[in-house]
Nanobody, 123 residues
Framework: QVQLVESGGGLVQAGGSLRLSCAAS????????MGWFRQAPGKEREFVAG????????YYADSVKGRFTISRDNAKNTVYLQMNSLKPEDTAVYYC????????????????WGQGTQVTVSS
């Protein structure tokens, strides 16, 4: 089992940057595919970015390609999401998830979720 705690959210102006962190407990963090998802009010949870267990493969939603970067540090049991050039439409609660599924994009597969961190981008 893995427990996840996100941090780094906040209020930022459009064009600004934030770095989210997701700290994991457990000795098996390096075996999990990690992903970041977000959910805006009244909308379904959607995939944002994902990274393979080794960090060798990364995946991005089209809406964030070129602006967001996912990375992980298995020695620190932490995954990061660097968000640049933020837009008001990026406003959402951001969640990280650990899964043993090979690819990270699918929302409805078994995994462990954090409690979320709010990101608000003002125009």
């Amino acid at each position: 089992q893995v427990q996840l705690v996100e941090s780094g959210g906040g209020l930022v102006q459009a064009g600004g940057s934030l770095r989210l962190s997701c700290a994991a407990s457990g000795r098996t963090f390096s075996t999990y595919t990690m992903g970041w998802f977000r959910q805006a009010p009244g909308k379904e949870r959607e995939f944002v970015a994902g990274i393979s267990w080794s960090g060798g493969k990364t995946y991005y939603a089209d809406s964030v390609k070129g602006r967001f970067t996912i990375s992980r540090d298995n020695a620190k049991n932490t995954v990061y999401l660097q968000m640049n050039s933020l837009k008001p439409e990026d406003t959402a609660v951001y969640y990280c998830r650990a899964t043993l599924h090979i690819t990270p994009m699918e929302v409805y597969v078994h995994g462990y979720w954090g409690q979320g961190t709010q990101v608000t981008v003002s125009s």
